[in-house]
């Protein structure tokens, strides 16, 4: 049985710093992820969404403003698997950047879930089904968190996602209602809005993004106005359904319920540990 002074579980932007600086201080160390280096931040959130914001970002300019500089593009094509495609391409490097540290420090790294079978013993599973004990003195748990989904919503990842299935899929909906307007939640709907994508966006607090100023929040709404993006602000969900092959969003305000109907809808409404 192998054993180390430290064993990390969870090898995103917490996980790996913690198990190089260990390290680094002469300690024998080990980390366990059981699906990507990096983690979710560095394979499908922050760094493969802002690279579809920056695509976003000159899809808006040729579609609103070709003309203001000077392009003339009646026959403008936008191919959005090639922005996934591209920012795949970018988490992909980032990824391997990880994996170079993890050797150059001499850092253990295995890959498959872990299990707690006693005090400072852990059970590794790989995706083979295959299980090996190891042992640390000093054992960090950094596994971050996930979506949360409120019980009764289904996740198909066809006509109801998460940020995990979002930022993957290369097709695009014909129109999409994102329940939820924190970070995720307005990411997608500017990236899907730049590429002609009608996009609702639900939020049950008064403002957008209200975890910022309600400066920011009053700007962000004027803005998303006038790109054309429709916000219903004050707006609980009671239910999310797929019927017929599209997605039923029953929304209420003040004691009244409406439905809204889109191809698809992201669940953006936090994490959970």
């Known amino acids: 049985m192998k054993s180390y002074d430290v064993i990390v579980i969870g090898a995103g932007p917490a996980g790996y710093v913690c198990a190089i600086r260990a390290t680094q201080l002469g300690l024998n160390t080990a980390i366990i992820e059981k699906q990507w280096l990096g983690g979710v931040c560095l394979n ?18 040729l579609r609103q403003r070709g003309r203001e500089f000077g392009f003339s593009l009646e026959n403008l094509k936008l191919d959005y698997s090639v922005a996934v495609k591209r920012s795949r391409q970018v988490s992909n490097r980032l990824t391997k950047g990880v994996g170079f540290l993890m050797k150059k420090n001499k850092i253990d790294v295995h890959m498959g879930t872990a299990k707690f079978t006693a005090l400072n013993t852990i059970e590794l599973t790989d995706s083979d ?34 940020y995990n299935e979002a930022i993957l899929q290369e097709r695009l909906p014909k129109s999409v209602i994102i329940i ?31 975890l910022e100023d309600e400066e920011v929040s009053k700007e962000l709404a004027k803005a998303f106005k006038k790109q054309g993006i429709n916000v219903l602000t004050n707006h609980k969900v009671a239910s999310v359904v797929v019927k017929d092959g599209s997605v039923e969003v029953v929304v209420e305000n003040n004691g009244e319920s409406k439905k809204l109907q889109a191809e698809q809808a992201l669940i953006a409404i936090g994490v959970k540990p």
């Open 44 to 61: 499908i959130g922050c760094i493969p969404s802002k690279a579809l914001l920056k695509n976003a970002e000159v899809a808006h300019t």
């Open 129 to 162: 089904g295959k299980t090996e004990t190891i042992q640390g003195k000093n054992i960090v748990v950094a596994t971050g968190a996930s979506a949360f989904v409120p019980s009764g919503w289904e996740i198909d990842g066809e006509h109801i996602l998460t």
């Open 180 to 210: 939820g307007s924190g970070a995720i939640g307005v990411e997608f709907g500017t990236i899907w809005n730049s590429y002609g994508v009608e996009v609702t966006i639900v939020e049950m607090l008064p403002n957008i993004v209200p």
